[in-house]
């Protein structure tokens, strides 16, 4: 092997500590090395060129580069030797300046470990093999999952630009929480008015795929070709028949049989339901845990006046595959719902707070619901237990967040802003009320926020008290409210009439089943993690998934929209190309001593080994052997370090190249 | 044994992305170390092999030291994990096969903690520089060439 060197003073940089001349000097003695010398500044073009003409001019067949971190350069110098005629993967970068000349003083000891550092790569790169980047085909499809806001934004993105889209949802109609709310901040406009028509646009579009009551089941391959597998649970009716006309809901005899989760619990709906008049799909479902005809065989007025023929009772669930390139997580939120509907890990406390015990005491969703036209009082401000109208309401701040003890660390982030909303729509309706809110700070960082919450208080007399509730109970029909006022440093004591609580935004119950199927890392409250908390927010540790909303971390609508179109923006970025260059630091399997202990299968992570079979002539089956999917392979090794006989290896950092590295000690120091 | 003047040779395997990038970062911080560490990068702790490390001390190592992300945050998932369980079984060995194991350091040393990374290997070397060279290996290989009587 003709081995050529190359030390770069880095300016001064590197020159300053350690003794480049010198050290090009000890490396032209190494064996194979056929050229050594060193330059002001390697990475300049004028360096570049020293490179690709020394290895013109001396026939060199590898490079050592001496110079700052690979991590900087690495691209740099694999480039200029590959124009030159070099196979990028025969050049190997020292780094001389972040892990010598930058945290060594003494030029003799720096020098010398300088000249070490070169011989260890100079073995090392004698080993190294041509290695060819992996090219593998993009499929220009993206699977969105979810259909709140983040999943309909991203979906109309990557649609629009002219890619196809299949968007799984796993209630019965898309539209999320965002269909749920009354008026949104800071502008108090309508939800459903401004959401409604993206839902209908998602359902129009002719290259969007809506694939609605389903769920992502399991999830194969890589980014640019993914392979999915979607339950479409059973809906009862037949969706490509059903025209929405609504018959069989109101036809359904039991009508009142189950509470509507649309309405969060304060309404209810028959077995056969539309979770929304606005619902897309507008397709029902047949909830079978309650359909009389399930439960007795008897009944079927629903498919008597379906003048379709689209219900159909022995409709089974159906898995169906799909093939896409990219995969947009919009999953979003769940409230911390304490004591309504117990999730034993979740519930620490606020049981002073009676809530689920006491009608009157809710969450902000169900007031979402209270305060909306298409609610259950039909956006007239009443109260659950008796339909009055609240005269003192009371609005209870970072209930599950922000305290460890009870609930979660973190900050829920919308919540200020929805409880002064809250405050203002009450106050909108009812004139003469009076609405409190407990709060621990205000956190109303955003474009017009403040301003929105000062006019709560200043404009809409709403009054704050810096304080947190200790207790809540009921007295002859009112619910007393014992807090403290810490700010006057005086004890409160308001006879409300309704209590809201703005409890925490939570990660959805399957969140980390759902994160295990797609193999993306998660956190230790069940949101996804983003790969980079500044650089990479909505990619995460799998290339080709992203993340949009608030199945990341708390965020409202805004701030979940342009996560949404920056997520679109990354699988477009992906579709913008046909092919996928992947380096091919991958491992590799030895099949003839491949003894088939699958050692390598149970510690890889990315079930990236498979068992293949070899055959004789006949066709019979000799021996099982490891195979490397390189689509899947991330190069860590770990195959190869627990391979008991060697016989996968990890091509760029095989085992004779890390030995030859520690061989090199013989003479290092 | 003229201690004063041994000077200890330590061989670093260190992860491509927490602990390279570590060590990176005091460079860029000009944060001052010892010069006797040599680090050899691989991808990830998992990549390293139990051998490497015996083969390092033979080679004249006087401390090992492996270092990589944090649990938790190794960029493959799961590599530190199993670097950890290789571990716990490796250290038994180490002295089974006369290498002193109180020798070989581990640590976690993300991306953003230079100054660890530094004390890390400060920690290492003195440590190492009090216990004196390693000759351990050397007097095993003498062990077989003349025969006990
Ligand atoms: S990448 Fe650092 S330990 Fe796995």
Redesign the pocket.
């Known amino acids: 092997m003709r081995i050529g060197v190359f030390i770069c003073h880095c300016g001064e940089n590197i020159g300053r500590t350690v003794d480049c001349p010198s050290v090009a000097s000890a490396c032209a003695n190494f064996s194979g090395v056929v050229h050594a010398e060193d330059y002001k500044y390697m990475c300049s073009d004028p360096g570049q060129n020293l490179i690709k003409q020394a290895i013109k001019e001396k026939n060199l067949d590898a490079v050592v580069v001496g110079s700052c971190s690979p991590h900087m350069h690495e691209k740099t110098f694999r480039k200029a030797c590959s124009d030159a005629g070099i196979n990028p993967f025969l050049v190997e970068m020292a780094n001389l300046r972040e892990h010598c000349s930058w945290i060594h003083d003494d030029v003799p000891s720096a020098t010398r470990k300088a000249i070490d550092l070169v011989r260890m790569l100079v073995e090392k790169v004698k080993f190294n093999e041509p290695l060819i980047p992996i090219r593998v085909p993009v499929t220009k499809r993206a699977l969105v999952i979810g259909g709140g806001i983040s999943g309909i934004q991203a979906s109309l993105d990557i649609a629009n630009a002219g890619y196809e889209v299949v968007l799984v949802e796993k209630e019965p109609s898309i539209g999320g929480h965002m269909s749920q709310l009354s008026e949104t901040f800071p502008t108090l406009d309508c939800s459903q008015c401004i959401l409604t028509p993206r839902m209908v646009e998602v359902y129009q579009h002719p290259r969007i795929k809506l694939v609605s009551y389903s769920e992502v089941e399991n999830v194969e391959g890589f980014i640019g070709n993914f392979s999915v597998t979607i339950r479409k649970k059973a809906r009862s009716v037949k969706d490509e028949l059903c025209t929405g006309c609504g018959l069989c809901v109101q036809k359904c005899p039991i009508k009142k049989v189950a509470l509507s989760d649309f309405d969060e619990g304060l309404a209810t709906r028959p077995a056969m339901y539309v979770p929304f008049p606005q619902a897309v799909p507008n397709i029902p479902v047949i909830d079978r845990s309650v359909c009389t005809y399930f439960k007795t065989g008897k009944c079927q007025l629903c498919k008597k006046v379906c003048g379709r023929e689209a219900i159909d009772f022995e409709q089974q669930d159906q898995l169906i595959k799909e093939d896409v390139g990219a995969i947009i997580v919009a999953t979003g939120y769940k409230l911390y719902t304490i004591d309504k509907k117990p999730d034993e890990s979740m519930i620490k406390g606020y049981g002073e707070y009676g809530y689920g015990k006491f009608k009157d005491v809710v969450d902000g969703l169900q007031f979402e619901r209270i305060a909306s036209a298409s609610g259950p009082t039909s956006g007239e401000m009443l109260r659950p237990s008796d339909k009055t109208t609240p005269k003192k309401i009371v609005f209870i701040q970072c209930v599950g967040s922000r305290d460890e003890s009870k609930g979660f660390s973190y900050c829920s982030k919308i919540c200020c802003m929805y409880t002064a909303k809250h405050a203002m729509l009450y106050k909108h309706k009812v004139h003469d009320g009076e609405a409190y809110v407990f709060y621990m700070d205000i956190r109303a960082g955003g474009k017009n926020y403040d301003e929105f919450v000062r006019r709560a208080i200043e404009e809409d007399g709403v009054k704050y008290i810096r304080g947190r509730v200790s207790k809540i109970y009921e007295e002859n029909g009112k619910l007393i409210v014992k807090g403290e006022d810490t700010l006057a440093g005086v004890r409160v004591e308001i006879d409300a009439d309704m209590v809201v609580l703005a409890t925490a935004m939570i990660a959805q119950n399957d969140s980390v089943k759902l994160a295990q199927t797609l193999s993306v890392s998660y956190d230790k409250y069940g949101f996804f993690n983003e790969s980079h908390p500044k650089l990479k927010p909505v990619e995460t540790s799998t290339g080709g998934i992203f993340l949009a909303g608030a199945c990341n971390a708390p965020r409202d609508i805004p701030d979940s929209v342009s996560m949404a179109s920056a997520a679109a923006a990354k699988a477009l970025v992906l579709f913008g190309s046909d092919v996928l260059e992947r380096e091919p630091v991958v491992a590799k399997v030895n099949e003839a001593t491949c003894a088939g202990c699958f050692y390598c299968q149970k510690v890889c992570a990315y079930n990236a080994i498979e068992q293949k079979e070899i055959k004789d002539r006949q066709g019979n089956v000799i021996k099982v052997v490891a195979y490397v999917n390189s689509g899947l392979c991330q190069g860590?090794g770990?195959c190869n370090a627990t391979c008991p006989s060697k016989s996968v290896e990890l091509l760029g950092f095989k085992d004779d190249q890390i030995y030859a590295q520690i061989n090199s000690f013989a003479e290092v120091f | 044994m003229e201690n004063e003047k041994f000077e200890p040779k330590i061989v670093a395997f260190?992860?491509?992305?927490?602990?390279y990038t570590g060590a990176d970062l005091a460079g860029t911080s000009r944060l001052k170390q010892q010069t006797n560490a040599r680090l050899i990068r691989v991808?990830?702790?998992?990549?390293i092999d139990p051998v490497f490390i015996i083969k390092a001390f033979e080679k004249g190592a006087d401390g090992v030291l492996v270092s990589?992300?944090h649990p938790n945050?190794?960029?493959?998932?799961?590599?530190?994990f199993h670097?950890r369980r290789r571990w716990i079984f490796f250290r038994q060995l180490l002295d089974f096969v006369g290498i002193d194991s109180s020798r070989l350091y581990f640590s976690?040393v993300s991306a953003s903690e230079g100054k660890k990374w530094v004390d890390v290997v400060d920690g290492v070397i003195n440590s190492v520089r009090e216990k004196g060279p390693f000759n351990g290996y050397k007097k095993l290989n003498k062990e077989i060439e003349i025969p006990v009587k």
């Open positions: 860590c770990t | 260190v992860c491509n992305w927490c602990t991808p990830c702790t998992g990549r990589g992300c945050d190794c960029h493959y998932n799961t590599g530190n670097a976690w």
